[in-house]
């Protein structure tokens, strides 16, 4: 791993006491509001700027990430979405969101190693508590979030409270990976994965959610592909990553052609059924303006066809930044999963594999792309996933592998 300037002692303490608060902060907030991830992560950012360092290994990705966002930002100019205010601009939102957001998870590299190991068991207990209180949840029909709206004197109606405190399935989804790891090796609790594990199961099924499960089992899978074969693993999942960004489109025309689309959009339950009708709107509109898009955010404008947004990142970019945009999010992910390459065996990169292919999934088929919450809880992810990498007991492995100074080097050994 190559190295920059490194913080002082003081910033490295301080780095991994903001890591510590705001992982302290996560279970209440993704049972209860997650929205706030947004806040609470810029926040984290803005306490940590100082950290901020780009490193060599950084550069392929922070080159897709400061492309995307630039064509995103340009292609406002003839998108039919106009921001009233500042506030609603969704490219001042993600040009700040780079920025901060890249600076927590910075903070999280050069987290003291006190700080940091206090940090990583918050993770896990707080994870851990996360989870027990989504099992009780999934058990109780969502009595414990019902029970606070009554509480405040803001009453919700049964079905909604359980979409509201479903939500937090998706927070431990993306959180349990990093902190099951940081149980075993860190806490040295190995039993606090089972209210994770059961955190995220039990309420999936009793209260119908299957984008969790799904997740579930695609992480295990890269995380599995990841630790077994340490070198090809991330590679694999790179070609995943990059077969989906540019190919989202081509397999919905394809699927149709084939007279499958219409029969499963008819036989699967309803919620996939309005997600797949999504999916059709957005690629008869790709074809429009296949190669600069319709523009950020006009995903907006295709109600009712498509509502907010397609569900689905793919599709979005390819709607809304074209060519272009799906290009620049195919690198990021190449990079960002071929990078994980290693010739000797790390479970924090098998961790860390499977966390972003977590999220891939969720993004595939749950949130807009632009989501500021949705790309905090995912900052928040690899900020727990880059302070288990820099814990003493990896660092051996990783001091044998040579820096990667480009996306192209990946692939050349």
Excluded at 349 to 356: D, E, M, V, W, Y
């Amino acid at each position: 791993m190559s190295r920059t300037a490194q913080p002082g002692p003081k910033l490295a303490a301080w780095c991994g006491w903001v890591m510590a608060g705001g992982l302290a902060l996560t279970p209440i907030i993704g049972w209860l509001a997650p929205l706030a991830f947004a806040p609470l992560l810029t926040i984290m950012g803005v306490l940590t700027l100082p950290a901020l360092r780009i490193e060599e290994e950084d550069r392929p990705v922070g080159i897709a990430i400061v492309t995307l966002v630039l064509w995103a930002a340009g292609s406002s100019a003839w998108s039919p979405f106009t921001a009233k205010d500042l506030g609603e601009s969704t490219a001042a939102k993600l040009i700040a969101e780079t920025v901060v957001f890249f600076a927590a998870i910075c903070a999280a590299r050069a987290a003291a190693p006190r700080s940091r190991t206090v940090a990583l068991h918050v993770l896990a207990w707080g994870t851990a508590l996360l989870g027990l209180i989504l099992l009780i949840e999934g058990l109780t029909g969502a009595a414990l979030y019902r029970g606070v709206r009554d509480a405040i004197h803001d009453p919700i109606r049964p079905d909604l409270g359980i979409a509201k405190a479903a939500e937090g399935l998706f927070i431990l989804a993306m959180l349990a990976p990093a902190a099951a790891l940081s149980a075993v090796r860190v806490v040295r609790a190995p039993w606090l994965v089972a209210p994770m594990v059961l955190g995220l199961v039990v309420p999936a099924v009793t209260l119908g959610y299957d984008a969790p499960l799904i997740a579930l089992v695609v992480c295990v899978i890269a995380g599995l592909a990841t630790a077994a074969w340490p070198t090809w693993g991330p590679r694999a999942l790179a070609l995943v990553g990059a077969v989906y960004f540019l190919g989202a489109p081509a397999i919905v025309w394809a699927v149709r052609r084939s007279g499958w689309y219409d029969v499963l959009e008819k036989d699967v339950p309803l919620s996939w059924s309005q997600r797949m009708g999504y999916w059709r709107h957005a690629a008869d509109w790709i074809s429009d303006h296949p190669l600069r898009g319709w523009g950020l955010d006009a995903s907006r404008m295709f109600n009712p066809g498509i509502k907010l947004h397609p569900h689905d990142s793919a599709l979005q970019i390819w709607l809304e930044l074209g060519l272009i945009g799906a290009m620049a999010a195919a690198v990021f992910w190449v990079a960002l999963l071929a990078g994980m390459g290693r010739k000797a065996r790390d479970p924090a990169l098998a961790i860390s594999g499977a966390t972003a292919m977590a999220y891939l999934t969720f993004s595939a088929v749950s949130f807009g792309v632009w989501q500021e919450w949705w790309l905090a809880v995912g900052s928040l992810a690899a900020l727990a996933c880059a302070g288990l990498q820099r814990q003493p007991a990896h660092a051996k492995a990783r001091a044998s592998v040579a820096p990667r100074p480009s996306t192209a080097a990946v692939f050349s050994e």
